[in-house]
Each structure stands twice: as structure tokens, then as C-alpha cells.
């Protein structure tokens, strides 16, 4: 008999911050694709196994374009046409499109040169912990540390003057957080656009040295730079914030774990690759597809869309052993965080950096950083928004 998920859930199991849904969790218990319908009524699929998960990632039958996935997992949206992704937005394109914009990108996010960023990623965050130390002995660590690291390092390497930087995290909060109304939502998604439209002009009579100046010499549009500019930014900035905050709150939360990690800094990078395994804050994708397809003994309709929950692939136990719990030991990686096929997270390497040298920093500086508040207590974001994690973090330390 085939497993119906009615609706995605909107919350998390109470004293659960770090796991998915229940909902989730008990749909991947029955099985790896579960039906799902669509608050306005059409039939779908929900995916919440690995190897399922990973082999629509990698299959072109299914399509990442934004106007074809018709329906909103939480919203009956009626009759309204979702029209295609904006010029430069290539998350949710296909190729050719997809590789149009992605291609001269993929230079500039090397292994090699994200490793040459690591000591101004050094430099940033020490600031960034001297001003926590002497304002302390407490702090909101996402305020103080999560957010201002990834969006100073995101903003250098395109080229956004650090004065308008403010502006711009209130901005992406908004249009990624899950909590304002569609209107906020679409004005701060505007206001940002006019912003980068203007940045580009702006490059264009003065480039310098930054990824967006490197791009003028190609044949790509002011338009196009600007969604591939939007992209960018909000991808760079989001995710990384959520994990530097989230990872820690993990880590308090997890004594034994974090004592691990303080006494071997060589535990450094399988930490990071276990924090995003188990905390997956990028939970779910949609795909379309583009013919029949069968999977995993069920025929996928053409124009179906299907939700592939990451969180629960990077739980499932038939590819991890005691999948929901911290191993920062862990041996069997591969790990969906960043997802996979052509979408696979261009700027994985960069948010690696930025995860290993911020978060033992953090820990090193403050040996007895402790929540300040009870953990049922932090502020975490709601389901609705894209990206996991927690609106505020308060922390103390011993002076």
C-alpha cells in the first residue's frame, strides 16, 4: 500500500531543533517516495531516500525550471502561471541556460581559490570574535558572528561596498526567512534587484577587482549579471549564517562532541562535512518531470513535480549508520547538503572554508561558550522558510 504525506509540515517536533519533521522522519520509515498532494489538489510524489533523492539530482528527465513546477508545497496558488526564472537566475534553469551562466562562474569558486581566501576568512572572524569579547561576556552569536562573516566575505568577492551591507542582509532575511507577508516578501526581492542593477551600471563605468567586474568582458547582459549577482549573494550569505549558527547551537547541545572537536583540530573538516550532514539546512528541492519516469517501483508521471526532502536523504538509515545522531567521527560520507548533478552547490568550497575556520575559532576563543538562554527557548525559523536555522542564538561565556 502506498504512503500519502498529506501536508508538509510548517513546524519541528518540540525539543527536536536539529531533526526534520516528524512528518518526514515517519514518511522515509515507510519508505523512500511517499504520494503527496498539493494543496491545490494535484498528485505528486515526496522523496525522502538517498539513493532516490541523489538519482533525481543527476537525471535530466527531471527539470529544475521555475515555471514548470506549477504548484507551491504550502499554498494553493489557483490558476496563477508561474513564469520562468528572470535572466541569470540559473538555480532554477535547465541547460542550456543552466551552463550559460553557471560555466564562467565555476573558475572563480575553485578548491585552489577558496583556499587562498582562508586567511582574510581568518582575519574577518577574529575581528568579528574581538568585538564579541569585549562587548561580552554575552552575545546573539547570529548578529555578532554568523551573519557578519559569510556576508563581509560574499560582498568582497562581488564587489559590494561594505557600507550597503546592512541593507542587504535585512533584504535576503525577508525574501528567504519565511515570515513576512508576500508583499514585504516581493519588495525586498525588488528592492534588492534595483540594488544590483545599479551595482552593475556602477561596475560597468568602474570595474575593479571582483567576480562581478570579471564577468563584464563576457558577453552577458546587465540583466543577466544581476540574477547571477542575486544568486550569489543570498546563496553565499544565507546558508553559510544558518550553518555557523545552527552547527554551534548543535555543538552546545552535544557536550561530548563538541569536547572532541576542541581537543583535535585535525577532526576539523569531518566535523564540518557531519554538521552538514545532520543539520541539512537547505531541506528540500522541487523537480519536474519531463517524461515518464519509473522510481523506485512507481511511474512518475510527465509535468509531475516532486519534492525531494534532503534532510531526510542525509538521515536515511540505509545509507548512514545511527543516521540522527552527531558523529563528528562519522566514516561514511557523501552527504546531500549541497545536493547534486549540475545544480550541485557552486560555492560549497567557499562555505567550507568559511565553516572550518569560523566555527573553531569560536570555540577556541570562548572555552566555556554556553547558551544563555534554556535550548527550548532559542528562536528558530520556521519550516516555511528555505533555508533552516535559528533567528537568534543567545550565548554567555565566563569573562
Not at 45 to 74: C, N, Q
Not at 160 to 188: C, H, M, T
Not at 274 to 298: H, N, P, S
Amino acid at each position: 500500500m502506498e504512503y500519502t504525506v498529506t501536508a508538509l509540515p510548517t513546524a519541528r517536533q518540540s525539543g527536536c531543533p536539529f531533526d526534520p519533521p516528524k512528518e518526514l522522519i515517519e514518511a522515509r520509515e515507510h519508505g523512500p517516495i511517499s504520494r503527496f498532494t498539493f494543496p491545490d489538489g494535484h498528485e505528486s510524489w515526496l522523496v525522502t531516500g538517498y539513493d532516490l533523492a541523489r538519482s533525481i539530482l543527476a537525471d535530466p528527465r527531471f527539470s529544475s525550471r521555475k515555471e514548470l513546477m506549477r504548484h507551491h508545497p504550502l499554498v494553493d496558488l489557483g490558476d496563477f502561471e508561474v513564469p520562468p526564472a528572470p535572466p541569470g537566475e540559473f538555480l532554477l534553469m535547465d541547460e542550456p541556460q543552466h551552463s550559460r551562466y553557471r560555466k564562467p562562474l565555476v573558475g572563480k569558486f575553485t578548491v585552489r581559490r577558496m583556499r587562498l581566501l582562508t586567511e582574510r576568512v581568518e582575519q574577518i572572524t577574529a575581528e568579528h570574535l574581538d568585538a564579541m569579547e569585549k562587548a561580552g561576556p554575552s552575545a546573539d552569536l547570529v548578529t555578532a558572528f554568523a551573519k557578519p562573516i559569510p556576508s563581509i566575505v560574499i560582498c568582497e568577492l562581488l564587489g559590494v561596498p561594505y557600507e550597503d551591507r546592512g541593507s542587504f542582509q535585512d533584504n535576503i532575511d525577508k525574501f528567504l526567512g519565511g515570515e513576512v507577508s508576500d508583499e514585504d516578501l516581493i519588495a525586498a526581492y525588488t528592492a534588492t534587484q534595483e540594488y544590483l542593477a545599479e551595482l552593475v551600471a556602477a561596475k560597468r563605468a568602474n570595474p575593479t577587482d571582483d567576480v562581478l567586474s570579471d564577468l563584464l568582458d563576457s558577453d552577458l547582459t546587465d540583466e543577466e549579471l544581476r540574477g547571477m549577482a542575486l544568486i550569489l549573494l543570498s546563496a553565499g550569505f544565507d546558508t553559510t549564517a544558518n550553518m555557523l549558527a545552527l552547527g554551534t547551537f548543535a555543538l552546545l547541545q552535544n557536550p561530548e562532541q563538541l569536547a572532541a572537536l576542541r581537543a583535535d583540530p585535525e577532526l576539523t573538516e569531518k566535523a564540518v562535512e557531519e554538521l552538514l550532514r545532520y543539520l541539512t539546512v537547505a531541506k528540500t528541492f522541487m523537480r519536474t518531470a519531463l517524461e515518464d519516469v519509473e522510481l523506485g517501483g512507481k511511474t512518475i508521471k510527465a509535468g509531475t513535480t516532486v519534492i525531494v526532502s534532503y534532510a531526510t536523504a542525509n538521515r536515511d538509515p540505509e545509507r548512514f549508520t545511527d543516521p540522527h545522531v552527531l558523529d563528528l567521527r562519522r566514516q561514511d560520507g557523501g552527504h546531500l547538503a549541497f545536493g547534486h548533478g549540475i545544480h550541485q552547490c557552486l560555492g560549497q568550497q567557499l562555505a567550507r572554508v568559511e565553516l572550518r575556520v569560523a566555527l573553531p575559532a569560536l570555540l577556541n576563543r570562548f572555552p566555556t561558550l554556553r547558551l544563555a538562554v534554556p535550548a527550548e527557548e532559542v528562536s528558530l525559523r520556521p519550516e516555511t522558510a528555505d533555508i533552516y536555522g535559528v533567528k537568534s542564538l543567545p550565548v554567555t561565556w565566563d569573562a
